[in-house]
């Protein structure tokens, strides 16, 4: 079993920046593709980021040129840098994280979540 904690969320002013952080942990695995999501109030969850195990990011029009993905794959973590915030950036971080474990199937996993709010 594997598990991802989130943290660094909180509230922040328009134009400020916070830095997410997704840390993976449980027995033996390796992390193909990271995936950051975000859910605000009556909408629906939408792909803000990704990165794949080589190093390759896509990201959301909304979001180009703002935030920055990466990852530590000695720390087993992804990150999320976001920069120049927008009120219309305020929602739940939601990490998830392509798995490969020995004896068990690929598998995606999620992380809680963590509340971004940016105020105007």
């Known amino acids: 079993q594997v598990q991802l904690v989130e943290s660094g969320g909180g509230l922040v002013q328009a134009g400020g920046s916070l830095r997410l952080s997704c840390a993976a942990s449980?027995?033996?695995?390796?992390?193909?593709?990271i995936g950051w999501y975000r859910q605000a109030p009556g909408k629906q969850r939408e792909l803000v980021a990704d990165?794949?195990?080589?190093?390759?990011?896509n990201y959301a029009d909304s979001v180009k040129g703002r935030f920055t993905i990466s990852r530590d794959n000695a720390q087993n973590t992804g990150y999320l840098q976001m920069n120049s915030l927008k009120p219309e950036d305020t929602a739940v971080y939601y990490c998830?994280?392509?798995?490969?474990?020995?004896?068990?199937?690929?598998?995606?996993?999620w992380g809680q979540g963590t509340q971004v709010t940016v105020s105007s």
């Open positions: 998830d994280a392509l798995i490969t474990q020995i004896g068990i199937p690929l598998r995606n996993y």
């Open positions: 990165i794949s195990s080589g190093g390759s990011t």
């Open positions: 449980g027995s033996t695995f390796s992390i193909n593709r």
